[in-house]
T-cell receptor
């Protein structure tokens, strides 16, 4: 049973436009969410996170939105750049429920076309 | 500050063999987590060690085991290898427990191929 779902395996966006990556979760105990970016032949790198007490967190070109009632979060990248082309993983944990590991989605491959 | 290092980077084994992978966390980090990445399944959590104790374990068979040393370095072992064990094995370190909002830093991974 997949608790964190990224239903779009891939996404193509033109340079300068907005990229929107989506993530859905099923476990209502999840209260902390993260996005990681992965380039080929490298490990994932942390991008941005959000706690369930917030509905938005911004860091430069990256914004994460959380809709708890829909159990949905999204990552917005504006403007998209060719260097953003990578696989993006959504992850979640049930921080307030005790020591639980991060649960990752299967990833979305973003291609930013110049 | 040096990042997370994993050795070896690439490994080819045959079915039935066993393998040991090594991970050196960032200096000062006490938590090491292991993940298996396959094209169809994304990143799947294997286990997490903190101060030499296994704190969490994912849904993998007992053929997968690990340990952590007093210097926080960690090893994972897979016995009786199967073709389906072919994957990228990623190690990640963090100051505290990974699920407690501490950012995890990933190594480049070990690509294991089982023939």
């Amino acid at each position: 049973d997949q608790q964190v779902k990224q239903n779009s395996p891939s996404l193509s966006v033109q340079e300068g436009r907005i990229s929107i990556l989506n993530c859905d979760y099923t476990n209502s105990m999840f209260d902390y969410f993260l996005w990681y970016k992965k380039y080929p032949a490298e490990g994932p790198t942390f991008l941005i996170s959000i706690s369930s007490i917030k509905d938005k967190n911004e860091d430069g070109r990256f914004t994460v939105f959380l809709n708890k009632s829909a159990k949905h979060l999204s990552l917005h990248i504006v403007p998209s750049q060719p260097g953003d082309s990578a696989v993006y993983f959504c992850a979640a944990s049930a921080f307030n429920s005790g020591n639980t590991p991060l649960v990752f989605g299967k990833g979305t491959r973003l291609s930013v076309i110049a | 500050k040096a990042g997370v290092t994993q050795t070896p980077r690439y490994l080819i084994k045959t079915r039935g063999q066993q393998v040991t992978l090594s991970c050196s966390p960032i200096s000062g980090h006490r938590s090491v987590s292991w993940y298996q990445q396959t094209p169809g399944q994304g990143l799947q959590f294997l286990f997490e060690y903190f101060s030499e104790t296994q704190r969490n374990k994912g849904n993998f068979p007992g053929r997968f085991s690990g340990r952590q040393f007093s210097n926080s370095r960690s090893e994972m072992n897979v016995s009786t290898l199967e073709l389906g064990d072919s994957a990228l094995y990623l190690c990640a370190s963090s100051l505290g427990l990974a699920g407690h909002t501490d950012t995890q830093y990933f190594g480049p991974g070990t690509r294991l191929t089982v023939l």
